[in-house]
């Protein structure tokens, strides 16, 4: 089993930033891909971004390019999301995931392991 545990949401101004962590215990071998998500009031949970922890490959939604970037630490079993420019349409819960291949797909059904979630409000 692998634990996953969001911190760092929380309420911000149109245009802020914001950094998200997740802390990953237990078999941590097996979240060698990991990504974010986000849901939103009333709308089904999407995928964000996505790395791996040898860093060969990083994937982002549309929306969040060139705003957020993605990364691991893996001394600290940790994965992070920082959060730039931020827009009122990213208020959402963001939920961390993690998978054992090391390819991080975009796909909520081929991760494994999934946090609490985090929630982050962006105020116009």
């Known amino acids: 089993q692998v634990q996953l545990v969001e911190s760092g949401g929380g309420l911000v101004q149109a245009g802020g930033s914001l950094r998200l962590s997740c802390v990953a215990s237990?078999?941590?071998?097996?979240?060698?891909?990991m990504a974010w998500f986000r849901q939103a009031p009333g709308k089904e949970r999407e995928f964000v971004a996505a790395?791996?922890?040898?860093?060969?490959?990083?994937r982002y939604t549309e929306s969040v390019k060139a705003r957020f970037t993605v990364s691991t630490d893996n001394a600290k079993n940790t994965l992070y999301l920082q959060m730039n420019s931020l827009k009122p349409e990213d208020t959402a819960v963001y939920y961390c995931?993690?998978?054992?291949?090391?390819?991080?797909?975009?796909?909520?059904?081929?991760?494994?392991?999934w946090g609490q979630g985090t929630q982050v409000t962006v105020s116009s």
């Open positions: 790395t791996n922890r040898i860093g060969s490959s990083t």
């Open positions: 237990g078999r941590t071998f097996a979240s060698a891909a």
């Open positions: 995931a993690a998978r054992a291949s090391i390819i991080p797909t975009m796909r909520e059904s081929e991760y494994t392991y």
